[in-house]
């Protein structure tokens, strides 16, 4: 885990499997945010939603814990944590 948090990652969600359940936006509210469609997106780092469909957004350092951990935790098992390098998934139901 500490070597996963110490590499750049990137984070998209499956919006076909969101839950609209909301703990993504509880762990990281500067990563996630809802649309008006009710399921969740990323935002870049401007903080601006990207709300196209599996849009990824760079995690910022400080949030990687939290992206993780939303990503174990999402009910909809639709968070997709990657490095940044090279697109392995970290968290997420493609984990390895």
């Known amino acids: 885990m500490i070597e ?3 590499e750049a990652l990137r984070v998209w969600i499956d919006q076909d499997l969101c839950t609209g359940d909301g ?3 509880q762990y990281a509210p500067e990563v996630f945010e ?8 990323v935002k870049n780092d401007a903080g601006e ?5 599996r849009a990824a957004a760079d995690v910022p350092e400080r949030l990687r814990l939290d ?14 944590v990657v490095r940044a390098s090279d697109q ?3 968290a ?4 390895v």
């Not at 939603?49 to 469909?53: E, Q, R």
């Not at 992206?67 to 997709?80: F, L, Q, R, Y």
């Open 4 to 6: 996963e948090m110490s």
């Open 23 to 25: 703990l993504c936006v």
């Open 34 to 41: 809802f649309d008006i469609d009710g399921l969740a997106y």
């Open 49 to 53: 939603l990207l709300a196209a469909s």
């Open 67 to 80: 992206v993780i951990d939303s990503a174990k935790e999402c009910p909809g098992d639709c968070i997709h």
């Open 88 to 90: 392995v998934e970290v």
């Open 92 to 95: 997420g139901p493609e984990a």
